[in-house]
């Protein structure tokens, strides 16, 4: 089983649509989530922090659920500009990032 | 947010050459940077972990003497390339953390090795 999993995508929806990716992980022991955003051929840019009690955003809304071992993300309001590839990422032991590969999101108009 | 730059942006060598891409932070210091690698439609695989004043700490199946890092001060540390094949051409993202967690990507640098 991978650390970090995703479903690929893509999401197709339409703008103003609600969007919301799931993302597993192995390891019980992980401590810290996160989403980032990644563009094409751009670097991955933090999006949110992923708290237990879950947080929000604007449109963004993080949950963790530590006893399914998943988070969470949704998208309220989608906007063209939020056509991305959002990629989870968890830290366990020595605070190294691990990442999932990734979901595909496309709004269109 | 705190900045993280990268150079070069982008590089292509001829097979056999070695190529240093330049991780700096900016507007922080760390005593901790990252160095990821990323190929077509996969996700950002760990690649080092560069800890200023000391050996990196390699990931399983990265090649130590094959990618050389050296993090000389708390704002800079570099990614040597030995020897690039083409193999090696991929998207080679370097990070940095201010803080306790949170991570700051550089904006990646692009490698093709003919």
């Known amino acids: 089983r991978k650390e970090v999993e995703q479903d690929p995508g893509p999401f197709n929806v339409p703008e103003g649509a609600t969007v919301a990716f799931n993302c597993t992980y192995s390891?019980?022991?992980?401590?810290?989530f996160f989403w980032y955003r990644q563009d094409c051929r751009k670097e991955p840019k933090l999006l949110m922090s992923?708290?237990?009690s879950g947080n929000e955003d604007g449109r963004f809304t993080a949950q963790l659920n530590r006893a399914s071992q998943y988070i969470s993300l949704l998208i309220r309001d989608s906007k063209l500009s939020d056509s991305a590839t959002y990629l989870c990422?968890?830290?366990?032991?020595?605070?190294?990032?691990?990442f999932g590969k990734g979901t595909m999101l496309l709004v269109s108009p | 947010g705190a900045v993280v730059s990268q150079h070069p942006s982008w590089v292509i060598c001829k097979s056999g050459t070695s190529v240093k891409i330049e991780c700096r932070s900016l507007?922080?210091?760390?005593?901790?940077m990252f160095w990821y690698r990323q190929f077509p439609k996969q996700s950002l695989m760990l690649m080092a972990t560069?800890?200023?004043?000391?050996?990196?700490?390699?990931e399983q199946g990265v090649e130590k003497d094959k990618f050389l890092i050296n993090h000389a001060s708390l704002t800079l540390s570099t990614l040597t390339v030995t020897s690039a094949h083409p193999e090696d051409s991929s998207f080679y993202i370097c990070?940095?953390?201010?803080?306790?967690?949170?991570?700051?990507f550089g904006p990646g640098t692009r490698l093709l090795v003919l």
């Open positions: 560069s800890n200023e004043g000391s050996k990196a700490t390699y």
């Open positions: 990070s940095a953390r201010p803080g306790a967690e949170t991570q700051y």
């Open positions: 390891n019980s022991a992980s401590q810290s």
């Open positions: 992923v708290y237990s």
């Open positions: 507007d922080f210091q760390a005593t901790t």
């Open positions: 990422a968890v830290t366990s032991g020595y605070s190294t990032l691990t």
